[in-house]
């Protein structure tokens, strides 16, 4: 199995050397050459197995040689041990026809962690055999920097180093990030905004004796690895309601639009998935983006759903790649238009989008009703990003055909919004119940590079 980039003009490679490096030396983003696909009966046999068994089944076409059929299946053993429900990823049922996949069970409770925890697992196999070592860096506004950190944590072949803004993370984040005591994880509180942290990220990538210096690696949210990750659980999902037998549609919080473009790759494989629908809140570039063509970002406004508090949507540009027909140069050309504010999809590919995709966009308040509704209604508390979830699948549900809401993240981490909706505290899952009593260690750091960078080469010992 080769790579590709969306733009076109990289170096093809292979599954190892697409994880490892992230992002495309053209600005694109790595895709399959071709996508596997699974027979009726290849996909009717996943029914009933065990969550690891059917990962093993759908990602193993993916990742060529990389790992024998033993060392992949331990990957993924290890990587999804740690989750706090013996199925991984649970469909529990809201209303008829409509079902939310609890995707929040994993270390740091929110979806990024079926992700963050098999790319940890395949960093290390790798970098085991090859004896080399890596820095990870990444910045966050809270979740991604934490499914980091419980991924990477302990890991002898990687040192993670994690700036977030300092102040402006929730309180669960933040302890989520502070409180591992393994010496390879570095928790930076950064003087500034998630925007500054974000470019100081960008400044050590652009520096490549520094880069090559400390062999810097990405993990956010274009690795190819962790798109495929995403993948199993819309197979887990379906087919534990009659697929391939009928067809099954998904509401998925959007973002940075990776979780719902895995849905995209199973249905290219061959999950009979009638509709996809995207998600947003009150930053609904995609929303807009889907319903007129014109794909323009505005000003970000903060939202009580902070994970989808997005301007420009990375894995959009993989959407767009297959609408347009795999043609990498009419990519690049979009890309050069958006540097210059936006650009319009041709309508050819609005029409290969539209077979496919859906959109709903949902304001604050209807984000709080939601919130209240579903509790009322069925005893299930929601994130505010499963709640914009919801809120457009009912909005949008027709016929006979099951929808299927992701639930992105657990009601806890975001317990101000939830208690002001419901009245009720979202409590810890048990296992975490001490997050609050457990000692922190986080280093302040102000909004400066060069102190960053020296900081990083004294940690590890270069
Ligand atoms: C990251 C995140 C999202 C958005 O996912 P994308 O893959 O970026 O579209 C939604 N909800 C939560 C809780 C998240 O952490």
């Given at each position: 199995m080769k790579y590709i980039s969306t733009r076109g003009a990289a170096p093809i490679l292979s599954f190892e050397e697409a994880m490892l490096s992230g992002l495309a030396r053209d600005g694109g983003l790595y895709l399959p050459e071709s996508i596997p696909t699974l027979s009726h009966g290849d996909i009717a046999a996943l029914s009933g197995l065990p969550y690891e068994e059917i990962a093993f089944r759908i990602m193993r076409p993916f990742i060529g040689e990389t790992f024998t059929d033993d060392e992949f299946a331990e990957i993924i053993a290890k990587a999804y041990a740690g989750f706090g429900h013996d199925a991984r990823a649970p469909l529990v049922q809201l209303a008829e026809n409509h079902f939310l996949l609890e995707l929040f069970h994993g270390p740091t409770l929110a979806f990024k962690d079926f992700a963050m925890q098999l790319i940890g697992q395949l960093f290390e196999a790798s970098?085991?055999?090859?004896?080399?070592?890596?820095?990870?860096?990444?910045?966050?506004?809270?979740?991604?920097?934490?499914?980091?950190?419980?991924?990477?944590?302990?890991?002898?072949?990687?040192?993670?180093?994690?700036?977030?803004?300092?102040?402006?993370?929730?309180?669960?984040?933040?302890?989520?990030?502070?409180?591992?005591?393994?010496?390879?994880?570095?928790t930076l509180a950064m003087d500034g905004h998630f925007d500054d942290c974000q470019a100081r990220v960008k400044d050590m990538f652009n520096d490549f004796d520094f880069r090559d210096g400390v062999r810097l690696a990405g993990v956010n949210s274009i690795n190819w690895a962790r798109v495929l990750a995403q993948v199993v659980y819309y197979f887990s999902s379906a087919v534990s309601l009659g697929a391939p037998h009928r067809k099954v549609s998904f509401t998925v919080p959007t973002g940075n639009f990776g979780d719902i473009f895995a849905g995209y790759i199973a249905k290219r494989m061959g999950l009979p998935i009638e509709q996809l629908v995207v998600a947003t809140n009150q930053n609904d570039i995609l929303?807009?983006?889907l319903a007129t063509g014109d794909y323009r970002p505005d000003g970000v406004i903060p939202s009580i759903s902070p994970s989808m508090d997005i301007q420009v949507s990375s894995n959009f540009e993989r959407a767009l790649f297959y609408a347009y027909g795999g043609d990498g140069a009419a990519i690049s050309a979009l890309m050069d238009e958006l540097k210059e504010g936006g650009f319009k999809v041709s309508q050819g590919a609005r029409e290969a989008l539209s077979e496919t995709f859906n959109s709903g966009r949902v304001s604050e308040e209807d984000t709080l009703a939601t919130i209240r509704n579903t509790f009322a209604r069925t005893g299930e508390l929601l994130c505010p990003h499963s709640a914009v979830g919801v809120q457009v699948a009912n909005a949008q549900r027709i016929g006979h055909t099951p929808m299927i809401t992701l639930a992105t993240a657990h009601p806890a981490k975001f317990p101000d919004a939830v208690k002001s909706a419901s009245g009720v505290h979202p409590a810890l899952p048990p296992r975490m119940a001490d997050l609050f009593d457990r000692d922190e260690r986080v280093t302040r750091i102000g909004n400066d590079l060069g102190a960053i960078e020296t900081l990083i080469r004294e940690r590890i010992a270069l």
């Open positions: 970098l085991k055999r090859s004896g080399n070592r890596v820095t990870i860096v990444g910045a966050t506004s809270g979740d991604t920097g934490s499914a980091a950190i419980e991924a990477f944590r302990g890991l002898e072949a990687v040192d993670v180093f994690i700036l977030y803004p300092h102040g402006r993370v929730s309180e669960v984040q933040r302890r989520q990030m502070t409180t591992p005591s393994e010496s390879n994880v570095h929303h807009r983006c």
